[in-house]
């Protein structure tokens, strides 16, 4: 084999070890990219979706309840023929489960937030009144006393729109050996005559 040939074939098999290499790094490469939005799946599922790792009550929960009952709320006749928004205060969930361990609240505050980007021009949400005052005592201007020393008594405030509704749900389970059948009651109440003007349920069994 003279020099020149010999050349030639190393020069060959240079060129196959660069083209190997390249298309490893490069398979490498969209290994790791298609692996990201798999860990990221892993790490982050979707709130709506149930997972097999947990038990009891999920943000899939959460979702479907408040999204239904957003729903609902919003197609009453009654509040889509009134020619004025109706104002509605939401006063949070009475946990009358069991256990009754931990707040779950987060379905009522889930429904709040529907009902906001849903009911413009319909319904009004109007602050919770002890929320209200809290908020007018730490942020609003307070009078000096007498003597031009303070803190004094706040200053008189703006008393705000009263509501023409009340919105609240209860919260009851019924715990088996395996599962747990929970109901989630919500109710719009009226504030001038207590009229119950709208009430669903959630029912949802899960395992304990």
Do not use: H
């Not at 790792?53 to 408040?66: E, F, N, T, Y």
């Not at 939401?90 to 906001?116: C, E, M, Y």
């Not at 609003?140 to 405030?157: H, M, V, W």
């Not at 715990?175 to 919500?186: H, I, V």
Request: hydrophobic letters at 35%.
């Amino acid at each position: 084999m003279n020099p020149s040939q010999a050349q030639n074939i190393s020069d060959k098999i240079c060129k196959i070890v660069v083209a190997t290499t390249a298309a490893g790094a490069l398979m490498l490469a969209v290994g790791c990219t298609s692996d990201k939005p798999r860990e990221y799946g892993r790490q982050r599922p979707p709130v709506g979706d149930l997972d097999s790792r947990d038990r009891g009550l999920q943000s899939a929960d959460v979702v479907q309840a408040s999204d239904s009952m957003a729903m609902d709320l919003l197609a009453l006749p009654e509040l889509n023929a009134s020619r004025e928004r109706w104002t509605i205060v939401v006063t949070g969930v009475q946990n009358r489960t069991v256990t009754a361990r931990q707040s779950l609240d987060v379905f009522i505050i889930r429904l709040k937030s529907n009902l906001a980007k849903q009911g413009r021009g319909r319904v009004q949400l109007i602050e919770n009144r002890d929320q209200f005052r809290d908020l007018q005592n730490r942020e609003l201007e307070q009078e000096r006393d007498d003597f031009g020393q303070g803190p004094g008594k706040p200053a008189p405030g703006p008393k705000g729109i009263q509501p023409d509704f009340g919105l609240y749900c209860v919260a009851r389970d019924l715990p088996n050996r395996g599962t747990n059948y929970y109901q989630f009651e919500f109710t719009l109440t009226d504030m001038n005559t207590r009229e119950i003007v709208w009430t669903n349920s959630y029912e949802v069994r899960v395992a304990n």
